[in-house]
C-alpha cells in the first residue's frame, strides 16, 4: 500500500487543493477486516487511473442507513444533517462509495435535508473507467474461462436500478459469466438489509444466506462477484456454513478489478 | 313494458348500492394521512399505461399472464356488448346496435363470442390451478376461508356468466334462422352456433332460453358489480388509480420525515424555529396514521401473492408475508369504517393494526430488500408499511430488539454501528 497515497480531505484542504471525488469509505469498509481490503483496492483503481480523490477520514460517521430502516429517524437526520455539514464544509461534489447503503441514502435521502452531491457507486466508476479505455482488463491474474456468477445488492439493483454496471466490470474479463436462477430486479436479498446485519434473525426455516448460497451452488459459478460489503459477510459465512470455501470464493467487483489489472 | 320497469328498477337500484359502497370505499380511504402524489403528471399517466393498461408487470408469470390477459381483454371489451344489453333493457329493443353497425356488428358479435370462450378457458385452468395444483402461492396464513372462496366465487360467476352469454346467442341465433318475431339477422355466431344442437328446436322454448339467459346475464352482471366491493376483484377499476398515484423515486428512497427534520434542526441549531406543524405520532400503529396511498393500496391489492412468493424472509420460513400485511390494512381499514358507519365519526375501539393484526415478529423480519414492491403487478408498496409501524414501535415506544438499541448506541456514539472508535476509522490504511 505504500505506493497509494491516501488523503483525508482535511489534509487536501489544508494544501489548499480539492479532490476530484470524494471516496465515502462507509462503516464496513472502514472497520471490517474483509471489507477494509476492497477498501484498499478501491484506492488502488482510483490511483491507478490518476484520479485525485480525498476520503474524510476520522471526519466520516455512519450515513444513518441502518438506523433508518429499523426506524429510528431521528438517529437518521441527526446523522445526515451532520454528514451534510461535514460534505458542506469541504465544498464536496462528488462522491464514490464503496458500499450500495451508503450510495442509496447519500443519494436519495440526503437531498431532502440538503445535501446534493453526485453519487456514484465503485462498480458504476469501474464502468465508468472502462468505457472511457482507461480502464483495462490486462497485466494481472487471468479471469479466462472461470466461472463467475455475480449477487445482485438490493440497494443497487432493485434499489436503484443499478444492473448492468458492475457486470460491465465482469464483462471484460475473458470469464464464463453466468446468472444465478434469481438474478437482477429477481435477485434474492443476502440476508442482512434493512438493519438485520445487526440483530439475530427471526425464527424461520433456514438463514437467507443460506438459500441464496443454494443458488450459487446451482449456478456452479467458483466465483461471486459481489458489489456491498453487508453481502460479501453474509455470501461468505454462507459459503463457510456449506462447507465451501475450497471451491467457492467471493470476491468484490474492485477486487476482481485491482487482480485483473495487477495492481 | 312491464320488463322494461322491472329492468330500470332493478339498474337503478344496482348503481344506487354500487356508489353508496364505493363512497364508502372512498370515504375510508381518505381516513389515511396527507401525501402528495400530484407531480409530474406526464410520468404517471405512463406507468398508468404501462403497468395498468398494458399488464406490463405481469409478464415475468408469462401462463399466468396470459390467462389473466384473456380475462381482462374479454372483461373490457365485452363491455360493449354490455352497453346495448342496457339499451335494449332500458328501451324494450333487441340487439340496437345490429341495425346501425351493419356488418361491423357481425364482426364484433362474433369477436365476444372468441372472447367468451377464452375467458371460460383461462377461468376453469385459474379454477383448477387454485384448487388442484399445489401453487404454494395460493396457500399460506392469510390465505383463509374467505379469501380463497371470493377468488372461487369470482371464477365461477365469470363462468355463469360467459355461459349464459353464449347460450343466449346460441338460441338467438337458431331464432334468427326461424325467421321468428323480432329476431332479426345479426351477424356471426362463430361459437353459439355450434351449440344450436343442444337447444330444443321450438321456437317459444328457445325464446325462453333467450330471455332467460338475457335476464341471468345482465341480472348477474350487476350483481357481480355489487359483489366488487366486498372482493379483492375490487383491483379491475382500483388498479388504475392506484398505480396511477405510484411511488415515481427509487425504491431505495424512503421518506423523510419532516416532522422529525423540524426537532433535529432545532436540537443542532437552537436559533432554528420550526413553523408550527401538527402533532401527530411518529410511525404508524394504526391504520389511520397511514397514508391514503397506502390505504389506497390495500383496497387494491389483487391478493395474488407474488410479493410473499419473492419474500427472502417469507421464503425462509419467517412469519412475515408482504401480502398478508396489505390484508391486515384492508381488514382493519374495514373494520374501522363499519364501525363509524354504526357508531358515527368518532368511533374508536381498542383494536389497532399494530399487535391486533400484524406482528412485531413479522415487522422485525423484513430486510427492506423491495422485493415485495418489485413484484407487486399493481405498483403497491407493503414496505413502506412496514417501515411506518417499526418507526412507531422505535421512536414512540423504544420497543426495538436489544441488539438494534445497541446498533443505534454505537451510531450515536462512536457514528459506527458497531463497538469502534471514530479515532480508528483510517487504519484500514495501515494494516495488510
Ligand atoms: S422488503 Fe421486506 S417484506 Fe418486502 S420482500 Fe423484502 S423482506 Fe419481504
Ligand atoms: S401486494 Fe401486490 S403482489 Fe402482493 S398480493 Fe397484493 S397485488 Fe399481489
Not at chain 2, 340496437?96 to 370462450?117: D, M, N, W
Amino acid at each position: 500500500m505504500s505506493e497509494v497515497q491516501i488523503l483525508t480531505m482535511a489534509e487536501m484542504a489544508a494544501a489548499g487543493k480539492e479532490p476530484e471525488i470524494l471516496f465515502w469509505v462507509g462503516c464496513a469498509g472502514s472497520f471490517d477486516e474483509r471489507a477494509q481490503r476492497i477498501t484498499r483496492d478501491i484506492c488502488k483503481i482510483l490511483n491507478h487511473v490518476g484520479i485525485s480523490f480525498a476520503v474524510l477520514g476520522t471526519e466520516e460517521s455512519c450515513t444513518g442507513d441502518p438506523a433508518k430502516r429499523a426506524g429510528n429517524e431521528f438517529l437518521f437526520q441527526m446523522q445526515a444533517m451532520m454528514n451534510i455539514q461535514v460534505l458542506d464544509v469541504y465544498n464536496t461534489k462528488k462522491i464514490v462509495t464503496g458500499c450500495p447503503h451508503c450510495f442509496n441514502t447519500i443519494k436519495n435521502e440526503y437531498p431532502g435535508l440538503g445535501g446534493n452531491y453526485e453519487v456514484i457507486h465503485h462498480t458504476q466508476l469501474i464502468q465508468q473507467l472502462i468505457d472511457e479505455g482507461r480502464l483495462k482488463a490486462e497485466g494481472g491474474e487471468s479471469f479466462k474461462g472461470r466461472r463467475i456468477t455475480y449477487h445482485d445488492p438490493c440497494y443497487l439493483g432493485r434499489g436503484n436500478d443499478v444492473y448492468e454496471a458492475p457486470r460491465k466490470a465482469l464483462e471484460i474479463l475473458d470469464a464464463d459469466l453466468v446468472e444465478m436462477k434469481r438474478c437482477r430486479s429477481n435477485g434474492l436479498c443476502c440476508g442482512a438489509g434493512g438493519a438485520q446485519m445487526f440483530k439475530e434473525p427471526e425464527k424461520g426455516t433456514k438463514d437467507i444466506n443460506i438459500e441464496r448460497m443454494e443458488d450459487i451452488l446451482e449456478s456452479k459459478a467458483t466465483i461471486v462477484a459481489a458489489a456491498c460489503p453487508f453481502c460479501m459477510t453474509m455470501l461468505r459465512d454462507g459459503v463457510k456454513g456449506k462447507d465451501k470455501e475450497q471451491e467457492i470464493q467471493v470476491l468484490d467487483v474492485a477486487e476482481i478489478t485491482v487482480r485483473v489489472n495487477g495492481l | 313494458m312491464i320488463g322494461q320497469i322491472i329492468f330500470i328498477i332493478i339498474l337503478a337500484a344496482a348503481i344506487w348500492l354500487f356508489s353508496k359502497n364505493v363512497g364508502k370505499i372512498r370515504r375510508n380511504i381518505l381516513l389515511g394521512r396527507d401525501t402528495d402524489r400530484s407531480d409530474n403528471p406526464g410520468e404517471r399517466w405512463k406507468t398508468m399505461a404501462l403497468v395498468a393498461l398494458g399488464q406490463s408487470k405481469m409478464v415475468k408469470r408469462p401462463f399466468a399472464a396470459v390467462m389473466h390477459l384473456f380475462i381482462y381483454v374479454g372483461f373490457v371489451i365485452i363491455n360493449i356488448e354490455v352497453l346495448e344489453i342496457l339499451v335494449d333493457g332500458v328501451f324494450g329493443s333487441h340487439r340496437v346496435f345490429s341495425h346501425p353497425l351493419g356488418g361491423l356488428y357481425g364482426l364484433l358479435i362474433g369477436g365476444f363470442e372468441i372472447l367468451a370462450v377464452l375467458v371460460l378457458v383461462a377461468c376453469v385452468t385459474f379454477l383448477i390451478r387454485r384448487n388442484i395444483g399445489k401453487l404454494k402461492r395460493f396457500s399460506g396464513v392469510e390465505m383463509t376461508a374467505w379469501p380463497k372462496s371470493d377468488a372461487n366465487y369470482i371464477l365461477i360467476i365469470e363462468i355463469l356468466l360467459m355461459t349464459a352469454f353464449l347460450t343466449m346467442n346460441a338460441a338467438d341465433h337458431k331464432l334468427q334462422l326461424l325467421n321468428f318475431g323480432h329476431y332479426i339477422k345479426a351477424g356471426n355466431f362463430p361459437v353459439s352456433d355450434l351449440l344450436g344442437p343442444l337447444l330444443p328446436d321450438r321456437a317459444s322454448a328457445l325464446e325462453m332460453i333467450e330471455r332467460g339467459c338475457w335476464w341471468f346475464h345482465i341480472i348477474g352482471i350487476l350483481a357481480f358489480l355489487n359483489y366488487l366491493p366486498y372482493s379483492k376483484h375490487f383491483h379491475i377499476l382500483l388498479a388504475f388509480p392506484n398505480v396511477y398515484y405510484s411511488n415515481l423515486n427509487p425504491k431505495g428512497k424512503f421518506t423523510n420525515m419532516a416532522s422529525v427534520t423540524n426537532e433535529v434542526k432545532a436540537m443542532l441549531d437552537p436559533s432554528f424555529v420550526p413553523e408550527p406543524a401538527e402533532v401527530s405520532r411518529f410511525g404508524a400503529k394504526d391504520v389511520t396514521d397511514l397514508t391514503w396511498k397506502n390505504l389506497m393500496e390495500a383496497y387494491t391489492c389483487t391478493e395474488c401473492g407474488r410479493c410473499t412468493s419473492v419474500c427472502p424472509a417469507n421464503q425462509t420460513g419467517k412469519l412475515l408475508s408482504p401480502r398478508k400485511i396489505m390484508m391486515d390494512t384492508r381488514d382493519r381499514i374495514t373494520e374501522i369504517g363499519k364501525g363509524i358507519d354504526q357508531n358515527g365519526k368518532d368511533f374508536k375501539d381498542d383494536k389497532t393494526l399494530l399487535d391486533n393484526y400484524i406482528t412485531r415478529e413479522e415487522l422485525w423480519a423484513c430486510t427492506t430488500c423491495n422485493a415485495c414492491v418489485d413484484a407487486c403487478p399493481v405498483n403497491i408498496n407493503p414496505l413502506e408499511i412496514i417501515t411506518e409501524m417499526r418507526r412507531y414501535v422505535v421512536m414512540e415506544e423504544s420497543q426495538a430488539p436489544a441488539s438494534l438499541n445497541n446498533m443505534f448506541g454505537n451510531v450515536e456514539n462512536n457514528g459506527a454501528p458497531w463497538k469502534y472508535s471514530a479515532a480508528d476509522r483510517l487504519n484500514w490504511k495501515e494494516e495488510s
